[in-house]
């Protein structure tokens, strides 16, 4: 008996040191009429989509993450504080090329209401039109709106449901979304 426990300890050990692959397959309900359909959105082909209801630009991929079906590199998650900084990199100016992201310096953290526009209810895991928002996953999403009745909180959006916003602690890892007002 003694042979057998090794064996299935030894088992178990073995498969908890393969990476775990889960795949979460989006589920939207098409008796519900979509809050974010593609037909508003002008996908521009650069990385950048406009919605036409908002007058925002946005940054396809979350940051970290390139490619048309945002599956280039790898997504990064960062506290509120390095999310804020977020935009730096994507409004450098470089001598001889086009300044910032898509040619666009003015990229920054969407507040919490632009960052619900997004949100596409008749969907969850991830509450996202993913033909706009290729490869988003059901994380959160900070926004750039700090939580006035909790200074250790600021707002960002689940997007495995969706909802109206919550507030998290700003130490935690989370995900970016970049934004431009677009005109």
């Known amino acids: 008996m003694r042979k057998n426990n090794k064996l299935i300890v030894c088992a178990v050990l073995l498969l908890s040191a393969l990476p775990l692959t889960v795949t979460v397959a989006q589920t939207c309900n098409n008796l519900v ?51 804020l ?42 509450a996202i039109n993913l033909t706009v928002f290729p490869n988003q996953h059901s ?8 939580n006035a009745y909790g200074s250790n909180n600021a707002w960002g959006v689940h997007f495995y449901y969706g909802g109206s916003g919550s507030s998290y602690g700003r130490y935690y890892g989370r995900s970016v979304r970049l934004v431009r007002s677009g005109q």
């Not at 994507?90 to 526009?117: C, F, Q």
């Not at 994380?139 to 700090?146: A, I």
């Open 33 to 83: 009429t979509a809050t974010t359909p593609t037909s508003q959105f002008t996908i521009h082909g650069n990385g950048t989509v406009t919605d036409t209801k908002t007058g925002l630009m946005w940054r396809q991929c979350l940051e970290g993450l390139s490619g048309d079906d945002c599956t280039t590199g790898t997504g990064v998650t960062v506290n509120w504080s390095l999310a």
């Open 85 to 126: 900084q977020a935009p730096t990199t994507a409004n450098a100016r470089i001598i001889n090329v086009n300044d910032g992201y898509a040619g666009y310096t003015d990229w920054r953290l969407p507040n919490i209401k632009e960052l619900i526009s997004i949100v596409e209810q008749a969907c969850y895991s991830p």
């Open 139 to 146: 994380n959160v999403v900070w926004s750039g709106s700090p």
